[in-house]
């Protein structure tokens, strides 16, 4: 399945990051370029992990998929912050005047309607104060920040032109 | 006669009889008025200024998230249960305090034009007793952008240097001289987060695969990072990244999402693991109580107690506020004392004196003040900023 192989992808880059020795330094350097170029996109970030099918079935239990302004709206089954949409954006868009993250987390959610499983993208939307409506937090495989690709407490907004935190959306990048 | 000088004669007149009326009161010697009734003619408008700093003193640390960019601290007197002062902050700050509380350093992130503009990324130097900013070093790497955490911004044992992490996302330590308020260098750390002092020119931090790495630097800035083999489990049950280091009395606890104690030293530069203990017994797993919160640790150096917030939860509840907090003897590493919790608390601090008090900060930005040889509660603080989530005492 391919949520499986990302999150190998993801479990893969955390390791490289645990190894030690000269890897670390190589490590370094690696972000700091990434930071510079705003490549930070190709770092494998997830916010929530390893989401298991189980997890996200338990979370697709009680989701809907008409209501982007609820907390169990179907693609917010790994998501932290304020809701874009109840913003004056969506699920997929930000709201005016803000900047979509090039980084992003990423989860695995079930669409209800469909049963399927999609590719999530969690991306922040930077540039101005928070947005402050419709807080939502997942708990479920988040880790402590020493494990940063599993932590939800960070400000994504790597690469944006304003690291500023305004809300969170959940664009679908693929079906699983 | 001009409507004009109407007007200025009947405004003289006010002015002559509002003068006039205390001065005919004071001359009729207002007698039988009680003593609280008499006002002073000329009040002196003052600025109030704090005395020293008294352990019984809480800094509240508010990053108040639906306006992240006005976040603050408060300080809050433990006995008279009232606000003394307040700071503004910078976005997402960080907070740590000198061993007499005579200065506050908080790391800080500000843009030119409020949330727009050039960034910059400062430490800026309180004056504890006036509140007022007397200085800033500016952090020239930046700091990490994170919901405040007490480990991202550490003071080495002696005072002398101040640590802040930085994750952009490569992973440094900001080393900035806070006597001659001068930042010293970046210390590259791949990998690994956090800091925990361990020396005056040493401190160590958490790594991805489960392992402290220490780290020690020279004054001029030249630094050795010597690692160390994994302690815990990061798959299977992480460590909480608000674990306590007593620099008082050289002993430190990380705790684990599945209540495990790891007791570690910092000696000789190194945070050195010395045991491991549970703060669960049978009991309680089968009643799912679990540590959990925010700052869910504290320790009081002199009678060598152990405070945790806990609650009864499922796996993946580890934010989740504590309706209890156990105490426990940190030698006989055993429960002593279970305090129920009317506000459920995400964060603890204890004062580090003979008469100590116990501060549980809530999610609704109360804090219940408890007596922490009693277990008493003394009273609840309501209303304290939007939003607090990290708490300080002096000399923790």
């Given at each position: 399945m391919a949520s499986v192989r990302l999150d190998d992808l993801v479990?893969?880059?955390?390791?490289?990051?645990?190894?030690?020795?000269?890897?670390?330094?190589l490590l370094a350097r690696l972000g700091t370029v990434l930071a510079g170029a705003a490549l930070v996109p190709i770092l494998p970030v997830d916010r929530r992990g390893a989401v298991s099918r189980a997890r996200a079935e338990a979370f697709a239990k009680t989701a809907q998929t008409t209501d982007p302004t609820q907390c169990n709206y179907w693609r917010y089954c790994a998501i932290d912050g304020y809701m874009c949409s109840c913003c004056g954006g969506g699920p997929a868009t930000c709201p005016p005047g803000t900047y979509p993250s090039p980084s992003s987390w990423v989860g695995t959610c079930i669409n209800p309607d469909d049963g399927q499983?999609?590719?999530?993208?969690?991306?922040?939307?930077?540039?101005?104060?928070?947005?402050?409506?419709?807080?939502?937090?997942?708990?479920?495989?988040?880790m402590p920040v020493y494990r940063p690709q599993l932590n939800n407490d960070i400000v994504w907004c790597f690469g944006a032109p304003n690291m500023v935190y305004h809300c969170s959306s959940a664009a679908i990048v693929g079906r699983v | 006669m001009s409507v004009r000088i109407a007007a200025e004669a009947v405004g003289a007149a006010v002015l002559v009889a509002l003068l006039a009326g205390p001065l005919e009161a004071q001359e009729r010697g207002i007698e039988g008025l009680p003593g609280e009734a008499v006002l002073e003619v000329e009040e002196e408008h003052t600025t109030a200024v704090l005395g020293e700093a008294s352990p019984h003193w809480l800094?509240?640390?508010?990053?108040?998230?639906?306006?992240?960019i006005a976040s603050k601290v408060y300080v809050v007197d433990g006995d008279s249960r009232r606000i003394l002062g307040m700071l503004n902050t910078g976005y997402v700050p960080n907070m740590a305090l000198s061993a007499d509380g005579g200065a506050i350093y908080v790391a800080e992130t500000y843009w030119s034009r409020g949330t727009r503009g050039e960034r910059v990324d400062v430490i800026t130097y309180y004056d504890g007793r006036t509140l007022e900013p007397v200085g800033e070093t500016v952090?020239?790497?930046?700091?990490?952008?994170?919901?405040?955490?007490?480990?991202?911004?550490?003071?080495?044992?002696?005072?002398?240097?101040?640590?802040?992490?930085?994750?952009?996302?490569?992973?440094?330590?900001?080393?900035?001289?806070?006597?001659?308020?001068?930042?010293?260098?970046?210390?590259?750390?791949?990998?690994c987060s956090l800091v925990f002092p361990t020396g005056p020119r040493s401190f160590s931090m958490l790594c991805p695969d489960g392992s402290f790495v220490d780290v020690a630097f020279e004054p001029d800035g030249r630094a050795t990072v010597r690692d160390q083999e994994p302690f815990f489990d990061s798959e299977a049950d992480p460590v909480f990244e608000h674990g306590v280091v007593s620099t008082a009395d050289g002993?430190?606890?990380?705790?684990?999402?599945?209540?495990?104690?790891?007791?570690?030293?910092?000696?000789?530069?190194?945070?050195?693991?010395?045991?491991?203990w549970s703060l669960l017994g049978r009991a309680d797993r089968a009643e799912s109580w679990r540590p959990g919160g925010w700052q869910l640790l504290a320790y009081h150096a002199p009678t060598d107690r152990l405070f945790v917030l806990v609650h009864r939860g499922g796996r993946w509840t580890h934010k989740q506020a504590g309706e209890e907090v156990w105490v426990f003897d940190a030698n006989a590493r055993r429960r002593i004392a279970r305090i129920p919790?009317?506000?459920?608390?995400?964060?603890?601090?204890?004062?580090?004196?003979?008469?100590?008090?116990?501060?549980?900060?809530?999610?609704?930005?109360?804090?219940?003040?408890?007596?922490a040889t009693t277990y008493e509660v003394r009273g609840v603080v309501e209303g304290i900023g939007d939003s607090p989530f990290l708490t300080y005492v002096i000399g923790e």
């Open positions: 479990e893969k880059a955390a390791r490289r990051i645990a190894q030690k020795t000269s890897r670390r330094s499983a999609y590719l999530i993208a969690y991306r922040d939307c930077c540039g101005k104060d928070s947005c402050g409506q419709c807080a939502c937090l997942a708990l479920e495989g988040e | 800094y509240v640390l508010d990053p108040v998230f639906p306006h992240l952090l020239p790497r930046g700091r990490f952008l994170v919901v405040p955490k007490k480990p991202n911004l550490a003071l080495t044992t002696d005072g002398r240097y101040l640590l802040s992490f930085n994750m952009d996302p490569a992973t440094t330590v900001s080393v900035v001289d806070v006597r001659e308020l001068r930042y010293v260098t970046d210390i590259e750390v791949p990998g002993r430190a606890f990380f705790v684990t999402y599945e209540g495990k104690v790891y007791e570690a030293r910092p000696e000789d530069g190194r945070m050195r693991v010395v045991g491991e919790l009317e506000h459920h608390a995400i964060t603890l601090s204890v004062s580090q004196d003979e008469a100590p008090l116990l501060f549980a900060l809530s999610e609704e930005a109360s804090v219940t003040v408890i007596d």
